[in-house]
């Protein structure tokens, strides 16, 4: 068991899956002679040198080539630098990597893995805090997942390059220089299944990514009051574990989403659709959201007012409450 | 500006079917070879005009013909090695058919019965591709890939291997195909980026993707670019065979414009007297690339009235197999889709799968 940060468990794994695998490349800008702009792949490139590879700058030029590596059998991961640079790969992924499975009825595979840092909280300029993740959990043939922890950022990321179908990997990038435990040992979780965060009776709340700190935080500040909250952390976007969910809200009657994302037709919109048909029985009040506005990423100084934080949840638990006194 | 008289234009066979020395490129085969081409294209005119005629009796729900690019398609196909990929676009008929894939598959999915049918792997020749100039990435990729397993430059050439891509003179505008040249340039990959000029995207004429002549792009992303007349099947193929060997032999990426006039619409759904004039049509027919080539072969006595004969034959049972052939393709069943969009197939979406499957039973029952 060793304790880092979830910056350099991930550069851990990857520095493991291209150990284990001779096919495993990585591509990206910056990402060889500099390690990444977060140093995710920092030494990687010295250890592995022509598998670790410096692009030109041109991100749909970045996941397009990647496709062809694809289909020589090799397994890339590309970094994109940030959340809000993806939109130039945005037709590579949506009409080229999630269908090409379909389109060869099923004898091509796109063992690819996209690296997006996402979301807000560190003070940056624009595009550079964006939660991008609904539009590709809304595209079949794609997979997406996003870890909260350095275990699960440790384990996840070489899941994910071993995944045979393309994963694209949210990394919660403010929560880049977290510390936490890493037992290189372990036998890891499935990839696709969610994980009780801490367990509780009173209400359920769900997160992912960056937003699982904030819940676990506002669960300890609850707990103060007398509210005992279980958090879950989803760990996969698409697809989701909806058994764990929803075990969960049918034991405590109250689910509240939680997300950095704009609200309509988040990841929240889907999972409280799902809840609702699955819990509507044993819903004490109506599922809510605690999300980014619906609107374009506000500058730095005033991001604080705009993501959800522990008092904006605190907020929503006590409204879930009192809905069922009204 | 695009016209064919610009000093890098490589013709070895003239419009009226005469043989020209060209300084730097010289047809590699022999009459024999020559007439096998003859009959790629005319079979492939014949599937062409069969398809046309299929999707306006309602058999297909679209087609996106060839007519006037079979020397392109043949010329370039007959110079791919056994160790080279091709990736096509969504017109290269004739590219597919020389590489394997049958004229049935091809039908299918512009019937809408499949999406692309083939065995790309094993035939080494790439699904079409519908977003203009993507394909032209993934094929850069793939030749990167070539590279790094160590299949150029090696002391046997056997041993060496290349890409070739196809698309056309709208696709040059695409950022995907411009990004594509820079990381090809850049990893030196072994690739042959061959654009099929015909003059239009849909109704656009290329003057208006560029205002240089296409082949002098290529020199600004240090790739080597070559014009060539792509009605002429002896020098496309003389010139994609120098581009492929200089990408097996590890000397990187070429840009090769086959200059060349898509005689048809772009569609079955367009309608080319918008936006042209019947002179200009009238004027390439006359560089017809099938009429040259019989031209020649007539006049070395090549092939005679027996040859063209069995070729007409040979042109006629195609035609009947595939009108025969495509109205008896099944439709479909969705319930097989559920499967081909991942490897592991995610629990949610197998419960949509059964949830498809019951329903439609039950919609069976009723009825």
């Given at each position: 068991m060793t304790t880092m940060t979830l910056a350099k468990a991930l550069?851990?794994?990857?520095?493991?899956?291209?150990?284990?695998?001779?096919?495993?490349?990585?591509?990206?800008?910056?990402?060889?002679?500099?390690?990444g702009v977060f140093r995710i792949t920092e030494g990687l490139q010295a250890e592995h040198p022509g598998r670790v590879l410096d692009t030109p700058l041109a991100e749909s030029g970045i996941v397009g080539t990647a496709v062809g590596l694809c289909l020589r059998g090799y397994r890339p991961v590309v970094e994109i630098q940030f959340d809000g640079f993806v939109f130039p790969a945005f037709d590579q992924l949506v009409s080229q990597v999630a269908r090409l499975r379909s389109r060869s009825h099923g004898r091509l595979t796109v063992p690819l893995v996209v690296r997006i840092p996402y979301?807000?909280?560190?003070?940056?300029?624009?595009?550079?805090?964006?939660?991008?993740?609904a539009y590709f959990a809304h595209t079949p043939g794609l997979k997406v997942v996003s870890p909260a922890t350095p275990a699960d950022a440790y384990w996840m990321i070489q899941q994910a390059i071993a995944s045979d179908d393309p994963v694209i990997f949210f990394e919660p990038k403010r929560r880049y220089y977290e510390r936490g435990d890493v037992d290189p040992d372990a036998v890891p979780a499935p990839l696709h299944a969610a994980r009780v965060a801490r367990p509780g009776t009173d209400a359920t709340l769900l997160a992912y990514g960056p937003m699982v700190r904030t819940c676990l935080d506002a669960a300890e500040a609850a707990a103060a009051e007398g509210r005992d909250l279980e958090v879950i952390d989803l760990?996969?976007?698409?697809?989701?574990?909806?058994?764990?969910?929803?075990a969960s809200v049918e034991r405590t009657g109250r689910c509240i989403i939680v997300h950095e994302a704009p609200r309509t037709l988040g990841l929240g919109a889907e999972l409280a659709a799902r809840v609702q048909e699955r819990c509507f029985y044993s819903?004490?009040?109506?599922?809510?959201?605690?999300?980014?506005?619906?609107?374009?990423y506000p500058p730095a100084k005033a991001e604080h007012a705009y993501l959800p934080d522990v008092d904006r949840v605190l907020a929503a638990v006590d409204r879930s409450f009192a809905e069922e006194i009204r | 500006m695009n016209s064919p008289t610009d000093?890098?234009?490589?013709q070895l066979l003239t419009p009226d079917g005469r043989r020209v020395a060209h300084p730097d490129f010289a047809y590699p085969g022999d009459d024999a070879s020559i007439a096998q081409h003859l009959r790629a294209m005319v079979l492939a005119?014949?599937?062409?005009?069969?398809?046309?005629?299929?999707?306006?009796k309602g058999q297909l729900a679209l087609w996106p013909p060839l007519l006037g690019q079979e020397a392109a398609q043949v010329g370039s196909v007959a110079a791919v090695g056994p160790r080279d990929e091709v990736i096509p676009s969504y017109r290269d008929h004739a590219v597919a058919i020389g590489m394997g894939v049958t004229p049935l598959e091809l039908l299918r999915t512009f019937r809408g019965t499949d999406m692309v049918p083939w065995d790309s792997r094993a035939l080494r020749c790439h699904l079409y591709s519908f977003v203009i100039g993507t394909q032209v990435l993934h094929a850069t990729g793939l030749a990167m890939g070539m590279r790094l397993d160590g299949m150029v430059g090696n002391p046997d050439p056997d041993a060496d291997g290349a890409a070739i891509v196809y698309f056309g003179d709208g696709a040059t505008s695409q950022g995907d195909v411009n990004e594509a040249f820079v990381f090809a340039a850049s990893y030196t990959a072994p690739l042959v980026f061959f654009c099929q000029n015909n003059q239009y995207a849909i109704s656009v004429p290329s003057e208006t993707q560029s205002r240089i002549p296409l082949y002098r792009r290529a020199s600004g992303f240090?790739?080597?670019?070559?014009?060539?007349?792509?009605?002429?099947?002896?020098?496309?193929?003389?010139v994609t065979a120098w581009a492929l060997d200089r990408a097996r032999r590890g000397q990187g990426p070429t840009f090769i414009e086959a200059f060349t006039y898509r005689m048809g619409a772009h569609t079955t759904s367009d309608d080319p007297t918008k936006y042209r004039e019947r002179a200009e049509e009238a004027s390439w027919r006359e560089r017809d690339p099938i009429g040259r080539v019989r031209a020649y072969l007539r006049s070395t006595g090549a092939i005679d009235d027996l040859w063209e004969g069995h070729l007409a034959n040979e042109a006629d049972a195609l035609a009947e197999e595939v009108r025969a052939e495509v109205p008896a393709l099944p439709d479909p069943d969705l319930a097989d889709w559920f499967t081909r969009a991942y490897v592991r197939t995610p629990a949610g979406l197998l419960r949509?799968?059964?949830?498809?499957?019951?329903?439609?039973a039950s919609v069976e029952e009723i009825a």
């Open positions: 550069n851990a794994g990857l520095r493991r899956a291209l150990e284990a695998d001779p096919r495993v490349l990585l591509l990206g800008e910056d990402i060889g002679t500099l390690g979301g807000g909280g560190i003070g940056a300029i624009e595009h550079h805090s964006e939660s991008p993740e760990r996969s976007l698409a697809p989701l574990d909806e058994d764990v969910v929803v819903l004490e009040s109506p599922v809510l959201r605690v999300t980014g506005y619906d609107l374009p | 000093p890098g234009f490589v005119r014949r599937l062409d005009s069969e398809a046309t005629a299929l999707q306006r240090g790739i080597p670019g070559v014009r060539v007349d792509g009605n002429d099947v002896l020098a496309v193929q003389a949509q799968q059964a949830e498809f499957v019951a329903y439609e």
